[in-house]
Nanobody, 126 residues
Framework: QVQLVESGGGLVQAGSSLRLSCAAS????????MGWFRQAPGKEREFVAV????????YYADSVKGRFTISRDNAKNTVYLQMNSLKPEDTAVYYC???????????????????WGQGTQVTVSS
């Protein structure tokens, strides 16, 4: 089992950058695939990015590709989401999540993740 705690959210202007962090408890962090999801008011939770156990393979939603970068530091039990060129439509609560297998057909679905953090609010003003 793993516990996840996100941090780094805030209120920024369009065009700014933020880096979110997700710290995991336990000593098995490197055995988990880590994903970032977001949920805006009145909308379903949507996939943002995912990284494999080593960080060698990553996937992104089309809406963030080229602007966001997911990375992980297994020595620090932490996964990051670097967000550049933020837009008002990026406003949402951002969640990190963990699952154990890197199954291509499942890694973009929030229903396929076993562990979740509490979320951190990102608000981008125009």
């Amino acid at each position: 089992q793993v516990q996840l705690v996100e941090s780094g959210g805030g209120l920024v202007q369009a065009g700014s950058s933020l880096r979110l962090s997700c710290a995991a408890s336990g000593n098995t962090f490197s055995s988990y695939v880590m994903g970032w999801f977001r949920q805006a008011p009145g909308k379903e939770r949507e996939f943002v990015a995912v990284t494999s156990w080593s960080g060698g393979t990553t996937y992104y939603a089309d809406s963030v590709k080229g602007r966001f970068t997911i990375s992980r530091d297994n020595a620090k039990n932490t996964v990051y989401l670097q967000m550049n060129s933020l837009k008002p439509e990026d406003t949402a609560v951002y969640y990190c999540a963990a699952r154990q297998t890197f199954t291509i057909t499942k890694i973009r679905s929030s229903y396929e993740y076993d562990y979740w953090g509490q979320g951190t609010q990102v608000t981008v003003s125009s």
